[in-house]
């Protein structure tokens, strides 16, 4: 099931980038985008933004059952996989900088 699910998130995830990608700047400032082919303007832009709003709810949807899926089969926390040291140095502050040691001059000739 969590694999269907992931499978078909992937799938919403890039046809709503496509979806994104596709719809037409408001900026205009490069002069990209013009107008024409078979819908206008109008109608393209409602008809991308009402499929954009409807992929986003999906993604939404398959976002929240993936996390319920995940969390219900995970009877335990993620702290329980870390290996406690005992005894071991670990320190808690970095440690001081040591001042540098005087260099002798360089020999002159």
Known sequence: MTTVLLVVHMIIAVAMIVMVLLQRSEGGALGI????????????????????????????????????????????????GVIETEGADVPLAPAPLLPEPDLPAPPTQ
């Open 33 to 80: 985008g013009g107008s024409g082919g078979m819908m206008s303007g109008r109608s393209l832009g409602n008809a991308l933004t009402r499929t954009t709003a409807i992929l986003a709810a999906i993604f939404f949807a398959t976002s929240i059952g993936l996390t319920v899926i995940g969390t219900v089969n995970r009877n335990e926390s993620i702290l329980d």
